[in-house]
């Protein structure tokens, strides 16, 4: 009785957890902590944050690398995690184009990696180390298409900004689209960081299309867009569609102001009223007073940190090997902070999209 007395003080005086085993797990996590679209990174890292402060059970030691936007700023960030840090499981948050740079070191390395933001072909083929948690890109194309079809919108342009991300997302479009009776009217691309849309948008509104579908990384493009779309219409207007990244970026906001509004996405699935993630969000919201930017990349980002957990209650210890195969034959069917889901035979989940509308502007 003594000793269980101290133990207890012992541990209360200094706030130190009791975990399973004494083996610390190094997760690293990249993110995108700065410019343009920091809002995300920021959301993930406080929902990692949250997750490790109330429901460790295991010593699990993250470390966060700014990941940024570009393939190069990616590459770095992994880089540091993998070879610096030797952290045993990695987290890519951040951009397609970050991680798949570091995609031979992720398999030379043999680290465990999630895709916890969403991913397309080139994430789900990406080889036998990485992980897609995050919903699919390919899914995203070919859900809006069949969108576009069954509300009878036939004539659509297509204008997508050139990244892993946007491209994968217009190539499942496409053929989708096409497949399905559609017509692209007008079919283009552009480099990251445009200024000025005005000679696309005077060629696409000659082909008078029913919608626009604008895939962006960021959607701080699609803000620029719509200004100039706006001003160059007469009658009625083109109905616009985007990618999921406008609706909580508030450059994008600030840029268009008013011209968002209504404008329409593929919001990502997750099970935003499932009781571990409302468990969650109620520890987040004491911690940070308001909820993550993108609720769904916060709940891929801890189911994450809970399978490595649930890995650990299993064994003794962590093996890359072993928590592999974990994931591979032993996960199946789980409903978790995502909601419910699956990690298939090449280990992606199987998360899809809604329709939403961008009905607010962010103060």
Not at 250 to 267: K, Q, R, S
Request: hydrophobic share 40%; proline share 3%.
């Amino acid at each position: 009785m003594l000793y269980r007395t101290s133990l207890i003080l012992f541990l209360f005086i200094f706030n130190t957890p009791l975990f399973a085993h004494s083996e610390q797990i190094k997760v690293g996590l990249g993110a995108v902590l700065s410019g343009d679209m920091a809002i995300f990174g920021q959301g993930d890292l406080r929902a990692a944050q949250t997750y490790l402060k109330h429901y460790a059970r295991h010593d699990i030691k993250l470390i966060v690398e700014d990941a940024r936007l570009t393939s190069a700023e990616g590459l770095r960030a992994y880089q540091k995690l993998i070879n610096f840090d030797k952290v045993d499981v990695l987290i890519a948050a951040g951009t397609s184009n970050g991680i798949m740079a570091a995609k031979g070191l992720v398999h030379t390395s043999n680290t465990v990696t999630f895709m916890a933001s969403t991913g397309g072909n080139n994430i789900d083929q990406a080889g036998p180390w990485m992980f897609r948690l995050g919903n699919s890109d390919t899914l995203n194309g070919i859900q809006q298409a069949q969108h576009f079809l069954k509300q009878g919108i036939t004539r659509v342009a297509l204008l997508t900004e050139i990244t892993e991300y946007t491209t994968d997302i217009s190539k499942a479009f496409r053929a989708e689209f096409l497949a399905g009776g559609g017509v692209l009217v007008y079919d283009d691309s552009f480099l990251p960081n445009p200024t000025d849309f005005r000679s696309q948008v005077t060629a696409l509104l000659r082909k008078k299309p029913q919608a626009v579908f604008m895939p962006t990384q960021t959607g701080t493009a699609l803000g620029v867009f719509l200004k100039q779309l706006r001003s160059q219409e007469t009658g009625v207007k083109v109905e616009v569609h985007t990618t999921m990244v406008a609706a909580p970026n508030p450059n994008a906001h600030t840029i268009a102001g008013e011209h968002l509004l209504g404008v329409y996405y593929m919001d990502p699935n997750y099970d935003s009223k499932g009781q571990r993630y409302q468990e969650l969000l109620s520890h987040y919201l004491e911690e940070f007073g308001e909820p993550p930017a993108a609720p769904f990349h916060a709940a891929s980002v801890v189911e994450t940190l809970e399978l490595l957990q649930l890995f650990l209650d299993k064994n003794k210890g962590y093996e890359a090997k072993a928590f592999q195969e974990f994931l591979l034959s032993e996960v199946g069917t789980r409903c978790g902070y995502m909601g419910c889901y699956e990690i298939d035979s090449d280990g992606n989940s199987n998360l899809g999209f809604h329709l939403a509308e961008i009905t607010k502007l962010i103060q």
